[in-house]
């Protein structure tokens, strides 16, 4: 009785023993895995796993790797894409200041049947208010969710908004400067050459805004040459203590926006460069990987409009 109670415990124990050792290596690779996965920042989720699919789904063999970062496939939560699904786009951001001609040229862009530039959206106060709802709003832009007459029925190739550096840019360049490299974003800044004109036209515009000298509404861009030619009727008077100091203050803003924004994708162009020189707006397609079949006459009706 004794040896087989005590053949039958001898037998029990390596059995108990190889589980306790199985336990505690698999406790221990579970561990090791974890840690590596965190230290190497890689987190798996449903949401990365949809999106490499698409991406190998999608994928265009024309679309150089070094461009890869650059094209996204946009998935709204609003509404489906359906056959746009595959439709790489782009992202882009207009950096201007006030009377630099964005609104021009947020128009010729938007003439382009595959550009969606969404406007001055910051300019509401709320949408700048902190770091949390400028990311938001970014997203909400960007994730093709932001729905503005900019919207087109076409499919949609590079999607944007122009935000005047007055506008939260600067105080929060830190944080945006990050999110413009992680998701691609190109910056593109405008700026004038020509600061004194700049500086008779934001005059001219804040007396417009309390005169309203067309038919009792305010403009802060004609449309025609009747238009320009009753607002060309106010004369200015400029503060020349004053003129010297505003626009070094302007151009160290330019400088100092060019500054934190110097890492990331970007072109600089301005006003006067676009409206005498065609080619220059074309580069800026290129840049979007955009073609253009009608870009000369876009340009030439554009141009001439501008002259008002």
Not at 110 to 118: D, L, M, P, R, V
Not at 152 to 159: Q, R
Not at 250 to 274: C, G, M, P
């Amino acid at each position: 009785m004794q040896d087989a109670l005590g053949t039958k415990h001898h037998k029990r124990y390596p059995v108990v023993l190889r589980t306790v050792v199985l336990t505690m290596v698999v406790i221990s690779i579970i561990y090791i895995c974890s840690v590596c996965l965190k230290q190497k920042g890689y987190i798996i989720s449903p949401n990365m796993v949809r999106i490499k699919v698409k991406e190998e789904t999608c994928r265009y063999p024309s679309i150089s790797p070094s461009e890869l970062p650059y094209v996204h496939y946009a998935e709204p939560t609003t509404y489906n894409r359906e056959e746009c699904a595959c439709t790489p786009v782009r992202f882009f951001a207009i950096l201007s200041m006030q009377r630099s001609g964005s609104g021009w040229f947020e128009t010729l862009l938007n003439s382009h049947i595959n550009i969606s530039s969404n406007g001055e959206i910051f300019s509401v106060k709320e949408r700048r208010s902190n770091v949390s709802t400028i990311m938001a709003t970014l997203d909400s832009v960007y994730n093709l969710d932001w729905y503005s007459s900019a919207s087109k029925n076409e499919c949609t190739g590079a999607v944007g908004f122009k935000w005047m550096l007055n506008q939260g840019l600067m105080q929060n360049h830190e944080e945006i400067v990050k999110y413009f490299k992680r998701r691609g974003v190109f910056a593109v800044f405008l700026f004038r050459r020509n600061l004194l004109r700049r500086w008779v036209s934001v005059l001219a515009n804040s007396h417009d805004r309390n005169a309203k000298q067309l038919n009792g509404t305010h403009k802060a861009h004609v449309h025609s040459r009747q238009e320009a030619d009753v607002l060309a009727r106010y004369k200015p008077v400029i503060d020349v203590k004053k003129l010297i100091p505003d626009m070094k203050q302007t151009s160290k803003w330019s400088l100092d926006a060019l500054q934190h924004f110097n890492e990331t994708r970007h072109i600089v162009l301005f006003y006067e460069d676009l409206v005498r020189n065609q080619t220059v707006c074309l580069l800026l397609l290129e840049q979007l990987t955009l073609l253009c079949t009608d870009c000369y006459i876009m340009l030439n009706i554009e141009v001439k409009n501008s002259l008002y």
